[in-house]
């Protein structure tokens, strides 16, 4: 692989990690809702 | 030249995840956050720490969302001010299509959201802002009008309407009031800015008051909306929405913004060096703005 290739991967890499991320908080969050408004909310 | 910037965009490097952060002008960001935060706290009633996280989540995504619709749309202009030139799209880091997808799925998912974790009415005036700063602002007048800064003003406005009608579902006077008071806060706050960096405007060849109508007419006008602006500001407690406290720090704060306008409409340098009232101006604006909507919140839970 080219450095570029390299370079690449490593952007697709860390992109994916954050939308795991934000894609985990996302259900978290959601739960919470889910909670909170059939708690009278 | 064209070599070079042809071989750039025939494979060009996927963006990095911070260059997406960037778009949303997280910066900006906060003074959205805050008072959008501060109409919910001082919305009757009350709402669920989570609903109202989630609803101030919303307020600052659906902001970020019409920040990189701006971006997207105004990638050619960025690249004319010094101030703007290294943002991801005029620097060339981001394809613009990935900025308009960004904008497009933030703007739909923070508006949705919005609507599912508390109610529609809020989750309409959240997408309203957003058409609003996009489609008004940005694309019909920001280049044709010098008025474009008053315009932008009623964008950056509605997040304490936001924020109270999530907590409520409804809106009503208050919660009015500080949208005016944003909205009238706003041109005197850029204005000042914009007149100790006007060379950066005039480059780009966006209509800005001090480049159109002159360094008088703007300190004019700088003085004459912080008149009203005050009067916004104070209205409240003699109308019996808040307490003294607020009463009294707001007037307080309101007479040294407006002393401080007076300073600029007197100020008669043409040159940025003798453009110290414009500065402190500028400066006290962002404090005030923060202490007042902290001082409305102060009040209504020291009442409570």
């Known amino acids: 692989m080219s450095p570029r290739d390299d370079e690449v991967r490593r952007r697709q890499r860390s992109r994916a990690a954050m939308m795991a991320l934000a894609l985990a908080a996302f259900v978290l969050l959601m739960y919470f809702i889910t909670i909170a408004r059939m708690s009278g909310g | 030249m064209s070599a070079v910037t042809a071989a750039a965009h025939e494979t060009p490097l996927p963006a990095e995840w911070r260059d997406f952060v960037a ?3 997280p910066r900006v960001m906060s003074l959205v956050v805050f008072t959008g935060l501060c109409g919910l706290l001082v919305a009757p009633g009350g709402i669920h720490p989570v609903l109202g996280f989630t609803a101030v989540l919303c307020i600052a995504l659906g902001a970020g969302a019409a920040a990189a619709l701006n971006m997207w749309y105004e990638a050619d202009l960025d690249a004319r001010m010094k101030r703007t030139a290294d943002r991801p799209l005029p620097a060339g880091r981001m394809a613009r299509q990935s900025a308009l997808h960004f904008g497009v799925g933030l703007s739909f998912f923070s508006v949705i959201l919005m609507g599912v974790a508390t109610n529609w009415f809020a989750a309409s005036i959240l997408a309203v802002s957003i058409l609003f700063y996009v ?3 940005t694309v019909w ?3 044709r009008t010098p008025q474009n800064i008053v315009v932008g003003g009623a964008a950056g406005a509605f997040p304490p309407l936001i924020g109270w009608a999530a907590a409520t579902g409804d ?11 944003i909205f009238l806060w706003t041109p005197p706050h850029f204005w000042a800015l914009s007149l100790f960096v006007r060379s950066d405007y005039a480059a780009a060849g966006v209509p800005m008051l001090p480049v159109v109508a002159g360094p008088a ?8 909306y912080s008149l009203p602006m005050a009067a916004a500001a104070v209205a409240p407690w003699p109308l019996g929405l808040a307490g003294a406290v ?9 007479l040294v913004f407006v002393a401080m306008a007076a300073q600029v ?4 340098s043409a040159e940025p060096a003798g453009m110290g009232p414009e500065k402190r101006l500028f400066a006290f604006s962002v404090l005030y703005l923060f202490a ?11 009442l409570a």
């Open chain 2, 141 to 143: 007048l920001k280049r």
């Open chain 2, 135 to 137: 489609l008004v602002y």
């Open chain 2, 292 to 302: 007042v909507f902290g001082a409305l919140v102060a009040d209504r839970w020291l």
């Open chain 2, 217 to 224: 007419a703007t300190r004019r006008r700088i003085l004459l």
């Open chain 2, 23 to 25: 778009l949303t002008k």
């Open chain 2, 246 to 254: 607020y009463g009294a720090a707001a007037a307080a704060l309101s």
């Open chain 2, 265 to 268: 409409h007197a100020n008669g």
């Open chain 2, 171 to 181: 809106a009503s006077l208050l919660p009015v009031l500080l949208f005016l008071l």
